[in-house]
């Protein structure tokens, strides 16, 4: 069985940290990163979704 290192990361109004904390993750450490959104009201999921 293959196995997976999946990351999820709670997040609450974290616009001005997720994409750093993101890249600060090393290069092929994690299979698949999940973000959990808890309503924030600022545009941390927009940000979330970059390529």
Same mark, same amino acid.
């Given at each position: 069985?293959?196995?997976?290192v999946i990351?999820?990361?709670p997040a609450y109004n974290a616009a001005?940290?997720?994409k750093k904390t =993101?890249? &600060?993750?090393?290069?092929?450490?994690?299979d %698949? /990163?999940?973000l =959990?959104? &808890?309503?924030s009201e600022d545009n941390t999921v %927009? /940000?979330?979704r970059w390529d």
């Open positions: 069985m293959e196995q997976k990351i999820v990361m001005s940290t997720i =993101v890249q &600060d993750i090393p290069e092929g450490f994690a %698949e /990163i999940i =959990v959104d &808890d309503a %927009e /940000i979330a």
